[in-house]
């Protein structure tokens, strides 16, 4: 295991483990860590895959992560693909392509007897948030778009990309 994967499992998790699975329980999945982070996104792709306003994600190392059966996928852009549940449609995981170490699991997918769950760490893309939704003050950042770290490295990426083609 190389330092980056080192740096990335003390900075998404704690030893631990949590389980979940889709709403029909075809998909299942383990995490041998305790995610550490998570994100509310509120953009647009988020909310019609979830029918709500937004999808709680939390970021744990994809190496850690174990699929009893693997999710569909389905990718929504350039930047990312996303798992699903074909039997159900319940929404999964995210990886964005710039950072495959990583993987984004659908909070509402975790099994309640896993443990406990950070609070949000930040709301993302709050310029498309349901205008109807009114976010309590939960000590999160919050950014219109991504944070200003996130988007300088998917700028990076998205430039080396298109000069690759």
Known sequence: MGDTDT?????????GHLSGSCACGRVRYRVSVLPNRSTFCHCLTCQKI??????????????????????????????????????CGSAMYMRYHMDPAVTSIAMGTIDESSGPI?????????????????????????????DAG?????DKYETRRKAQK
Do not use: N, Y
């Open 7 to 15: 740096t990335i499992k003390r900075e998404l998790g704690v030893p």
């Open 50 to 87: 979830a029918g709500g306003p937004f999808i709680p994600w939390i970021h744990a190392p994809t190496d850690c992560i174990e699929w009893l059966r693997q999710p569909e996928t389905w990718s929504c852009s350039d930047q990312a693909d996303r798992g699903h549940c074909a039997s």
């Open 150 to 154: 996130f988007q300088e490295r998917l």
């Open 118 to 146: 950070s609070s949000p760490e930040e709301h993302i893309f709050l310029k498309d948030k349901a205008s109807w939704l009114v976010l309590p003050d939960d000590g999160a950042a919050r950014h219109d778009k991504f």
